[in-house]
């Protein structure tokens, strides 16, 4: 898994950028393939590519029709839940 790791860091900091300018950000969401790829960077063992793909998220949905598209994909809000959990678990967890 380690070998693969900047591959995906690179395609979700790409994806991440796409989606900073708001011109690009309604073609990402139509896309076919973007959201679900999105989605699985969501559950990458790789903090940083959850970092990035969080981001992308984020700035997907500062579009109102994108986020109704948004919440209907498939494993979503799943894995937005799944990272909340996770980062909860972190915070409480991890000794100061």
């Not at 790409?14 to 969501?42: E, H, K, T, W, Y």
């Not at 948004?70 to 996770?86: A, F, I, T, Y």
Request: with cysteine.
């Amino acid at each position: 898994a380690n070998s693969s790791t900047p591959d995906a860091l690179a395609v979700v900091n790409q994806l991440r950028d796409l989606a900073a300018d708001p011109m690009n950000r309604r073609a990402i969401v139509q896309d076919q393939g973007c959201l679900p790829g999105l989605i699985l960077f969501l559950d990458h063992p790789n903090p940083q590519v959850v970092y990035s793909a969080l981001l992308a998220v984020r700035y997907l949905a500062e579009s109102c029709q994108n986020r109704e598209k948004m919440k209907g994909e498939l494993g979503m809000m799943l894995s937005l839940q799944n990272v909340m959990q996770k980062a909860g678990e972190a915070f409480v967890k991890r000794p100061c």
